[in-house]
């Protein structure tokens, strides 16, 4: 079959289907991968075929103009619907309001989307996996008859807090007609936006423009939102971008004393997105304990350091999967990636997420007893200093962080994943007849 996977041009997007696209490959499936041109470096380092689209969408521009408000207002800020006075109407509102003008409908803009889905007129794939914020993907799909589903590499609350903003919504359509009135935090901004979109190819819009036919959930399922949507659990391999994967002399011998990682990840360093977490601060907070501390570090980010510790080895890069095995913790920036592999590798994290779905992550873990969460407002050297005495001493921490390791790998792999979307893309095939054009009918039963 033919599959056409696509996220907007961020390397943290995209790096997380790349696993799942050559696994495709490897079982013989065309397989293209559709970004801005931005993108494309990536896309061909991971040995792909990348399918530029598109502008770029000028990422960095918007976190200079309006980053400032739409961070303040999502940091530190829960994102879990069962936490009470948490996600107020108002601040749903907001949510739906800010981040549909300033990054939804930035990433998938017209020109972007309407190259996709000529793209996807012409190649006809059968399958669309998209990245969860590139809705560009499930409008192709649903313009050209495709299946399609959501590739999740970090927890849904995305689509949990839009569960919580829909229940909110009075009677009525979301594009405000109808007999019903509604309340003062009504209108579906999201949804009015992809309304719009798919009107534009005459296609109706319903719910799974947002949520896609399935997803791919590549979250361990202790970290996964209560849901009813369909869902195929997947293993999470780690792919450390297009960067040099090299295992280093010193770290093919065991270390005489635990070691520790200290990572910021790879986003904040080509990129404008700020980074809440002060590296001199970290090393500060280590110096002089009995451990090894390999923290991997640019040399913008060395530049801002007052003091290296004797126990402090610094590396601009290593591979996190090769690394982490040799770890008995990680201090982290609360990314998706880096908190994944380190869960995968089942080493214990102190987790310093301060906004989205970081947050989440570094609390259940917490709650789960496998690492620790370090808020914005305890990033001291004594708040750090302390969480990372407690990981190393207490071996409560290990033994948690092994059954959550236990559990992410009895998810399939992507190649056992495979034969499923293969079943499920013939399911859809079998309801869906094509159109000349592109476009589709659903077949009579």
């Known amino acids: 079959m033919r599959v056409l ?10 790096n997380g289907s790349v696993p799942l696209a050559w696994a495709l490959r490897a079982a013989g499936h065309e397989v293209r991968v559709a970004s801005q041109p931005a993108l494309t470096g990536s896309i061909t380092a991971a040995g792909l075929t990348a399918v530029p689209v598109g502008a770029d969408p000028g990422l ?16 530190d800020q829960s994102l879990d619907p069962d936490t009470p006075g948490q996600l107020t109407p108002a601040f749903l509102k907001g949510w739906d309001t800010m981040m549909t003008a300033t990054f939804f409908t930035l990433i998938n803009d017209d020109p972007m989307v309407d190259e996709l ?14 990245e969860p914020f590139t809705f560009a993907g499930a ?19 995305f689509l949990s807090m839009r569960r919580a903003f829909l229940a ?30 798919l009107g534009r ?9 947002v949520t896609g036919q399935w997803s791919v959930d590549q979250v361990p399922r202790s ?16 792919y450390n971008g297009p960067v040099p994967a090299v295992v280093p002399d010193w770290l093919r011998v065991p270390p005489t004393r635990p070691r520790v990682c200290v990572t910021l990840g790879l986003t904040a360093r080509t990129s404008e997105f700020p980074n809440a977490v002060p590296v001199d601060l970290v090393l500060k907070a280590i110096e002089g304990l009995d451990i090894e501390v390999v923290a991997t570090l640019d040399a913008e980010e060395r530049a801002l350091l007052s003091h290296v510790p004797d126990n402090v080895r610094l590396v601009d890069h290593v591979p996190l999967h090769a690394l982490l095995p040799t770890c008995a913790a990680i201090v982290h920036h609360g990314g998706a990636g880096t908190w994944s592999t380190a869960l995968v590798e089942g080493v214990p994290q102190i987790a310093m997420g301060w906004i989205w779905d970081a947050i989440e992550r570094a609390r259940r873990q917490q709650e789960l007893g496998a690492g620790l969460h370090l808020p914005s407002h305890e990033v001291t050297v004594e708040g750090l200093r302390s969480r990372l ?16 390791r236990a559990e992410a790998v009895s998810d399939p792999t992507p190649a056992e994943v495979v034969p499923v979307l293969e079943r499920l893309t013939a399911r859809h095939r079998a309801h869906v007849r094509r159109r000349p054009g592109g476009a589709s009918t659903p077949c009579a039963s």
């Open 5 to 14: 996977l696509t996220s907007f041009a961020l390397d943290a997007h995209f």
């Open 60 to 75: 960095d521009e918007m976190v200079k103009g309006v980053g400032d408000s739409v961070l303040s207002h999502h940091a």
């Open 117 to 130: 889905v000529a793209f996807a007129r012409a190649w006809e794939p059968d399958l669309i996996l998209w």
């Open 139 to 157: 409008v192709a799909a649903k313009v050209t008859g495709a299946a399609h589903a959501r590739l999740l590499s970090f927890p849904d609350m």
């Open 168 to 197: 909110q919504l009075g009677p009525g359509p979301a594009d405000g007609g109808g007999d019903g009135e509604r309340g003062p935090h009504t209108e579906d901004s999201v949804g009015q936006w992809l309304q719009w979109t």
């Open 201 to 209: 190819y005459g296609v109706p819009f319903d719910e799974e423009a």
């Open 223 to 238: 970290f996964r939102p209560p849901s009813d949507e369909p869902t195929v659990g997947m293993r999470y391999v780690p």
């Open 389 to 404: 005495v407690r990981l190393l001493d207490e071996p409560s921490f290990a033994a948690a962080a092994a059954r959550l």
